[in-house]
C-alpha cells in the first residue's frame, strides 16, 4: 500500500516570490508520482509526473519537481508565483508496473494562496 | 476534443435514497476511474472500470457501485445514501496506453452530492 503526506496544509506567499510545496510518500513498491491542481468548483488538472528518469521533472504553467529516492520525496516549485496560481494543489502516487488500475493515491492537498 | 463531463452537476437527494452519477470519458479513453472528495478523508479512490469491466475497488461499502458501457461512458450508483455520503464525485478517464500504469487521469468537473 502506498502513503502521501503533504507537510503543509496551507502556504501564504506573495505575487512574485518562489514557492516550494512538500510532498513525501511512504510506498514499499516503485511508484510513479503526479502533482495535480484544482481550482475552485473544478475538477483536477495534471501539472507534471515523474515516470522514469531525469529526476527533474517541468509541467505546465512554470512548475517543476524532484524526485528524490533517497529521501522519498517529490516536492513542487515555482521562482515566481502569481495570484492566478492561487489553488489547491494534491501530490498522488500510483504502483508502477503493477495492478493497480486506474488507482490514484492522493495526499491531504495544499491551499497555495498568492497574495498581491 | 472535449473534455471529461460528469452529469448532473449539482444534486440533492435524502437519506435512504439512491442515486445514479454519469460520466462521458474524452474520445478515445477506455479507462474511467472515480473517487470521492470530502472535506474530512481528501481524495479517494471508489473504483476503476476498463472495457466493461471493473478492474480495481476501493475500501467503500457495497452501496457504491459502478458499470461502464460499451461506448466507455460509465455511472456510478449509490444505494440508501447516508449523510456521510455527501461529497463531490471525480470521475476521470485515460487513454491506457503505457503498459503498468503511470498514465495521466483527464479529470472531469464532479458532481456534487448533498444528502440531506
Known amino acids: 500500500a502506498q502513503s502521501v503526506t503533504q507537510l503543509d496544509s496551507q502556504v501564504p506567499v506573495f505575487e512574485e516570490a518562489p514557492v516550494e510545496l512538500r510532498c513525501n510518500y511512504s510506498s514499499s513498491v516503485s511508484v510513479y508520482l503526479f502533482w495535480y491542481v484544482q481550482y475552485p468548483n473544478q475538477g483536477l488538472q495534471l501539472l507534471l509526473k515523474?515516470?522514469?528518469?531525469?529526476?527533474l521533472v517541468k509541467g505546465i504553467n512554470g512548475f517543476e519537481a524532484e524526485f528524490n529516492k533517497s529521501q522519498t520525496s517529490f516536492h513542487l516549485r515555482k521562482p515566481s508565483v502569481h495570484i492566478s496560481d492561487t489553488a489547491e494543489y494534491f501530490c498522488a502516487v500510483s504502483e508502477a508496473g503493477g495492478t493497480s488500475y486506474g488507482k490514484l493515491t492522493f495526499g491531504q492537498g495544499t491551499i497555495l494562496t498568492v497574495h498581491p | 476534443k472535449a473534455g471529461v463531463t460528469q452529469t448532473p452537476r449539482y444534486l440533492i437527494k435524502t437519506r435512504g435514497q439512491q442515486v445514479t452519477l454519469s460520466c462521458s470519458p474524452i474520445?478515445?479513453?477506455?479507462?474511467v476511474s472515480w473517487y470521492q472528495q470530502t472535506p474530512g478523508q481528501g481524495l479517494q479512490f471508489l473504483f476503476e472500470y476498463f472495457s466493461e469491466t471493473q478492474r480495481n475497488k476501493g475500501n467503500f461499502p457495497g452501496r457504491f457501485s459502478g458499470r461502464q458501457f460499451s461506448n466507455s461512458r460509465s455511472e456510478m450508483n449509490v444505494s440508501t445514501l447516508e449523510l456521510g455520503d455527501s461529497a463531490l464525485y471525480l470521475c476521470?478517464?485515460?487513454?491506457?496506453?503505457?503498459?503498468?500504469?503511470?498514465?495521466?487521469?483527464?479529470f472531469g468537473p464532479g458532481t456534487r452530492l448533498l444528502v440531506l
Open positions: 476521470a478517464s485515460s487513454l491506457e496506453v503505457i503498459p503498468g500504469g503511470g498514465e495521466t487521469q483527464y
Open positions: 474520445s478515445g479513453h477506455r479507462s
Open positions: 515523474y515516470l522514469s528518469g531525469s529526476t
